[in-house]
Every structure is written in structure tokens, then in C-alpha cells.
């Protein structure tokens, strides 16, 4: 049986990350793709072991003293982290395996795992990255604000990427990750 492939997807907030790994999901059936856990408040629509494993402070602590994360990564004040063991038990049974992480993350992962790929998602405009992440209404103003100041300092990372997908039309932008994710795999065959 041939390994795996760990395909990280990462990007600034209000990208379409999100979207995209659901369309994805639904077009390529031998994709995995890793539930992190969280520190953050669930939001309303959000279930616990579905889109995060939601935990305390102290519990999150205590796996990364165990050093039970692959990485991990402050982020507008919660902490997000990817379990080892789950993640490395895919890509050994053969798995695509998508993290969908924030670039912070995608850096600790990549240096663990080199041949780990890079897919960095953009908005076609810093405007429109803006105007998506104030459409959510999830957030402060300081909130946004803050997730604004981070994307700008997540762009400038974009040149450190194996692929970048740019937004600007969900189904377009869908065929191109599917093309990408796709082409990963077949290689392994």
C-alpha cells in the first residue's frame, strides 16, 4: 500500500478556505481531512469533534506538554493545534490528508514533514477580504480589525507556497484545488 500525502490548505481569514475544503470533500472521496482542536468559543452552527474539537485552556495546555500536537498556534487569542497521532495513522493508511490551518501552522507542519504541500487560498482583493470577513457579522470591530492586521502579514507569505488558488469565483477555484489535490494523489499510485 503506497503512504499517504499531507496537502496543507492555508491562507488569511475570509479567504474561502473553508469553502473550498467542503467542495473539495464532496468531489474527491479518498480525502481526509483533520479536525483541529481549539481553545475559541464554538460559533452557532459548529459541532464538537465535526469542526473542532473545542477544549479548555488547561486541556489544550496539557497536550502540548504531552507533545501530542503537530502544531500549534495562537491566533486572535485562542489556540489552535493539529493531533499527531491522528493525522500520521491517515497518511499511513494511505490517505489524501488536508489541514486546513492558518499559515503560522502550515510552517511548523512543513518543517516536521517536508514533503508536506503547500496550498495558500487568496481573495481576489485585500477590499473583498475585507468585506468577507465583515459579512460573517461573527466578529468585534476589534476583532476584525485584527484579523485585517494578520492578513496583511499572511500575504507576504505567499511566495513560500507550492500553489496558489485565488478565490475570485468559488466554482473555478473549486476545479483548480480539485486539479491540484488530484494530481498529488496520482502521484502516489
Known sequence: MSTGRLIIISGPSGAGKG???????????????????????PRPHEVHGDD??????EEF???IDDGDFLEWAEVHGNRY?????VV?????????????????????????????VLVFIVAPSFDE???RIRGRGAETEDQVRT???????????????????????????????????????????
Not at 23 to 39: E, G, I, K
Not at 52 to 57: A, E, G, I, P, Q
Not at 81 to 85: F, M, N, P, V, W
Open 19 to 41: 469553502t473550498l475544503v467542503d467542495r473539495l470533500v464532496a468531489r474527491v472521496p479518498d480525502v481526509w481531512v483533520s479536525v483541529s482542536a481549539t481553545t475559541r468559543a
Open 61 to 63: 495546555q496539557s497536550l
Open 52 to 57: 473542532y474539537y473545542f477544549m479548555s485552556s
Open 147 to 189: 484579523r485585517l492586521a494578520t492578513a496583511e502579514r499572511e500575504m507576504a507569505l505567499v511566495g513560500t507556497y507550492d500553489f496558489v488558488v485565488q478565490n475570485d469565483d468559488v466554482a473555478r477555484a473549486t476545479d483548480e484545488l480539485v486539479g491540484i489535490v488530484t494530481s498529488l494523489g496520482e502521484k502516489e499510485s
Open 88 to 116: 500520521t495513522e491517515k497518511i499511513d493508511e494511505g490517505r489524501l490528508v488536508i489541514l486546513e490551518i492558518d499559515p503560522q501552522g502550515a510552517r511548523q507542519v512543513k518543517a516536521l514533514m517536508p514533503d508536506a
Open 81 to 85: 493545534g493539529t493531533l499527531k497521532s
Open 129 to 131: 477580504l475585507e468585506r
